[in-house]
């Protein structure tokens, strides 16, 4: 007897989240997958890609009016803006299309998944309650995650499909072309540092490199966002996803120096976005050296990592409420990053 296939939508399927949840359903047997982007892809054997501007709900009408056969939808599209009152209207216009069309029309639907962050807890704002738990109250708006949320919220009542909000902290993948990829910033930044003879240093804040931090890796991830999507206990609740183990850049960062066979040297803070911009031509040099696969505008996140790295606070959340409900899976950071560099190095996107 034929087992009945789930069919995911996930809604932003080239970032770093999207792109590796899409990579983990495609292993498993019982998902049929549509990926949505901005950017087309080519189609793979379970993938069907679909270029869509969801910011734009005639064309949301046209390119997803069609899609009656989804099960579940993994919502990880985001649209960046200078302010973060300005990251309000676009997010939750995209959001509002993507339902708008799907919702109504997906007879079977029994999940939507909201991907967030800690910016629901106020970490970009400035030093904030730690560990942070999905309990804790929020934060003076705009804030685009709550705004979503509480949208969702309201769309599931009287509904049959559940929801779910994951909570990651910073994201460790090897997706290029996204703007806030830690793991691929630190990558570019060792070669094009190991490329002009100097040691690595950490760019940051002092205060930076002195306190405790926390990562999400990919996959680790991806496992997590199907494992809330599809288990009764995990519905309509939202979920902090960490790696399990906290660490300071200044006793991690001279290992990150040692896999590129680099010295490290004490930190000097600089702008990374100001610093780098003039370095194309040393990641040309080494892109055609090494037969890499990218352009340098394709593997730059700097003004991510100038954010990140300005964290003079505690950075952390309480990841156990997923633990006691079922979802067991840990990665050592160190670790994760290793494996990633290795993984960059085999895709040829570093050298």
């Excluded at 390119?63 to 997010?91: C, F, M």
């Excluded at 990841?319 to 560099?341: N, P, S, V």
Aim: charged content about 20%.
């Amino acid at each position: 007897m034929k087992t009945r296939k789930n069919t995911a939508l996930v809604v932003g399927a080239n970032g770093v989240i999207g792109n590796n949840l899409i990579d983990y359903l495609e292993k498993t047997e019982e998902w049929e997958i549509i990926g949505l982007s901005r950017r087309t892809n080519a189609d793979r054997n379970k993938v069907r890609f679909i270029a869509v501007d969801l910011l734009d709900i005639a064309d949301c009408i046209k390119k997803l009016g069609s899609l009656d056969s989804v099960t579940h939808i993994y919502y990880v599209a985001y649209q960046d803006r200078p302010t973060w009152a300005e990251l309000v209207e676009p997010n939750m216009r995209m959001l509002s299309n993507v339902l708008t069309v799907v919702e109504p029309i997906a007879g079977n639907l029994q999940h939507i998944s909201l991907m967030q962050g800690y910016k629901v807890y106020g970490a970009h704002l400035g030093p904030f309650k730690t560990p942070a738990k999905e309990s804790d109250a929020g934060h003076m708006p705009p804030e685009f995650n709550t705004s979503q949320q509480q949208y969702l919220e309201q769309l599931q009542k009287g509904k049959k499909w559940t929801w779910s909000a994951i909570r990651p902290s910073v994201v460790g993948g090897t997706a290029p072309n996204n703007p806030m990829n830690l793991a691929l910033l630190i990558a570019v930044y060792a070669s094009i540092s190991k490329e002009l003879g100097i040691p690595l240093r950490f760019p940051g804040k002092i205060g930076a490199f002195q306190t405790l931090m926390e990562m999400t890796d990919s996959t680790l991830l991806a496992k997590a966002t199907v494992w809330a999507s599809t288990n009764p206990q995990a519905a309509n609740q939202a979920f902090n996803i960490n790696n399990g183990d906290l660490f300071r850049w200044k006793e991690l960062w001279p290992k990150l120096a040692a896999y590129f066979d680099m010295q490290s040297a004490d930190p000097i803070p600089l702008s990374l976005e100001t610093m780098m911009a003039d370095k194309e031509p040393v990641w040309q040099k080494l892109k055609e050296e090494h037969a890499l696969s990218y352009n340098y505008a394709q593997v730059s996140a700097w003004p991510f990592g100038d954010f990140v790295f300005s964290w003079d606070y505690d950075f952390f959340a309480d990841g156990t409420k997923a633990r006691r409900l079922g979802f067991h899976e840990f990665i050592d950071t160190e670790q994760m990053f290793y494996q990633l560099f290795d993984e960059m190095r085999e895709k040829r996107i570093i050298p």
